[in-house]
T-cell receptor
């Protein structure tokens, strides 16, 4: 298996623009997670899905952030409008079951820079 | 919710020496403690985990110990090699939180 695939690897955009990050989880995994990593706050869970259904989005910082999972093999994280403070590395991860007591497989991340 | 503290934030050891990274957690109901290794430009990867029903687990040069009474757990790397250089994260989950909470990370540098 190719693992969790994220695109793009790097995104540079201007403040106010819409940004869409994409993720393809490992086939057969039932849960998908979006994390954000910054020096100040470390790894933060933004939202997670079980069987394509959003379970907890309490980590999403503001209404500017939204995430969807239209099917078992694809998810997007959208920021509209983007702001400089959104600059971070965004990781997608998947796991086999709904439980957090399970190995998470992370993608290589998207480095987002908002100018 | 769960609070996980990790120390030290940076650690430099000579090749062949041992490295120890320590974490404490706040929720006494926590029952799963994974460790992730993050190499430059990559996502974190699970290297070892321990559940609350055991006190120690080993996998070749890596071991993790858990002290439930004191609510702390540690990662031990023996015979360190340059490829062990990375950022290591501890994490904990359990109780009512049911979400994985990560520590702040330890940057390990193994020098020749």
């Amino acid at each position: 298996d190719a693992g969790v695939i994220q695109s793009p690897r790097h995104e540079v955009t201007e403040m106010g623009q819409e940004v869409t990050l994409r993720c393809k989880p490992i086939s057969g995994h039932n849960s998908l997670f979006w994390y954000r990593q910054t020096m100040m706050r470390g790894l933060e869970l933004l939202i997670y899905f079980n069987n394509n259904v959003p379970i907890d989005d309490s980590g999403m910082p503001e209404d500017r952030f939204s995430a969807k999972m239209p099917n078992a093999s694809f998810s997007t994280l959208k920021i509209q409008p983007s702001e400089p403070r959104d600059s971070a590395v965004y990781f997608c991860a998947s796991s086999r079951t709904e439980s957090f007591n399970e190995k998470l497989f992370f993608g290589s991340g998207t480095q987002l820079s908002v100018l | 919710g769960e609070n996980v503290e990790q120390h030290p934030s940076t650690l430099s050891v000579q090749e062949g020496d041992s490295a120890v990274i320590k974490c404490t957690y706040s929720d006494s109901a926590s029952n799963y403690f994974p460790w992730y290794k993050q190499e430059l430009g990559k996502g974190p990867q699970l290297i070892i985990d321990i559940r609350s029903n055991v006190g120690e687990k080993k996998d070749q040069r890596i071991a993790v110990t858990l002290n439930k009474t004191a609510k702390h757990f540690s990662l031990h790397i023996t015979e360190t090699q340059p490829e062990d250089s990375a950022v290591y994260f501890c994490a904990a989950i359990g109780g009512t939180a049911s979400k994985l909470t990560f520590g702040t990370g330890t940057r390990l540098q193994v020098t020749l």
